[in-house]
């Protein structure tokens, strides 16, 4: 059970709580290398024309509380580098299945972090600004960069993730 | 001329851009846009046009669809750089995405306003002046002024362009409105979030030009726009700089204690583990004073007007505005539901208008702060 997620526990998926264990046994550093792999050849082909002049060898940390599990990385011009640790210049922490919701867009940064299920320290400056850049990338860009089948999977998650937050 | 005003109000009582569309239709394009572009159109005229139009905030592209796709009849927006009030970095439009929005929200024939709500500084006016070229070349529905000089300018080089008296402007009675009106042809104004209703019923009593109230989101409202606070912690105005309390001056840090929230290292708040978070404005800081801490300026509730609705359409509001340039499209869609959702109840039947529970769950659930308010609207003791 995830403390501070709106879902009672019977409505957690057990796929997420499958991936959630698994990720949970997983070193960190490998499994940032994995993530910073699967985003570079994804995502960051519709990332990388955004401004990010003055992030790049910036270095962040997002810690997933629930799992315990912290990835360190940086983002260069070639996409995001994993680091075995540093002293990052911001850190995300959040639950695993709160960090899924923002990625698929179904909450608002702000009201997570109002409830305090979001904490942004370090340079604010700069976790706003990678904030407010993802924002402004539309969600159905961000999709056409997964393949296919991996594509609907995601929308098909959103959507039912979506429904349950309606109900 | 009042039998072609009927015409068109028969036709398509919706709003300005619709009334302009229509008179250019019918071929008295002239005729009625010198009234409606220009110069004082009699308030009842106004008034019955535009009625509780519905704006809300976009601070990217994504947001400004969420705005339109869930029932904005107009969003605000601003560009990337300190002529508007949320200079925060990341955020904002640049030519291509403000083309885009425009063509957007034009398409399903929704309005666009551009905020260019701060005030320039004699080293750097021509940014200013670039900036209401900008948003007149790029077709913009009106732009949101707080600065006279600016107005001016506008007035002079674009006559064509509509234009909004800002919050930032800080014009609280029917006189000063008037004055914006008759000097530089402002066409609307965002009331202050100072005064009660029946002090904002007295100014849309006294003056031709179309009032718009914030109806949600947070609030600002020492003397709007001349406030001097984060200037005083952290050597940004707000008026100049762009933003009030900026990300680079902002601190979050999670202690024994509890989180400490820091403006420029000034301590504004300490939150225990089970408390509500807020931005660390410094009005809305717990400070010591005289032994006892608590809000001492301002406590960090939301702004949320849905049951003075009714009343709000009795006097007449032109629109009503939505805070939060800087919170993202998750937030635009939700709160731009409810409002549409809202709106169109109490346009369908005010008398028997309820704020649904449902309605103000969604709400609160993305505020600011642990409860809404009235704001200074409901002074019952006015
Ligand atoms: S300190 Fe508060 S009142 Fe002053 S400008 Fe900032 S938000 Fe507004």
Redesign the interface.
Known sequence: MIATNNLPATQQSTVSVAIKKMLGRLPAYPATQAFVTAFNLTVWKKLKDLDWDGLYGKSFSVVIKDLPMAMYFSVTEKGLRALKTTQPDVVFTATFMDLIRLALRLEDPDALFFNRRLLIEGNTDIGLRVKNMLDGVEFETLLESFPGMFGKAVMFARKKLQHRRAQ | MIPIMDEVFNARNDNYYHLRRACVDMGQGDLCLARFTRHSVFSGVAMAGTLLELICPA?????L?AAIDHGADGVYLGLKDNTNARN????NFDNK?LAEGIRYAHNKHRKVLMALNTYPQPATLARWQQAVDTAASAGVDAIILADPGLMAYANKTHPELRLHLSVQGSATNYEAINFYHEHFGIQRAVIPRVLSLPQVENVIRNTPVEIELFGFGGLCVMVEGRCLLSSYACGDSPNTFGACS???A?????TPKG?ETRLNGVLIDR?A???????PTLCKGRFEVQGETYYALEEPTSLNTLELLPEMHRLGIAAIKIEGR??????VA?VTQVWRAAIDAVKNNAEHFRAQPGWLAQLD?????SMHTLGAYYRPWK
């Open positions: 601070g990217s592209l994504p947001a669809k925060f970095s990341g955020l995405s900026p990300g680079h902002v601190r979050w840090q999670q989180m939150y583990d089970n408390e509500k978070a807020g931005y800087q919170r993202s499209p998750a937030y939700q659930k993305v505020s600011e702060g």
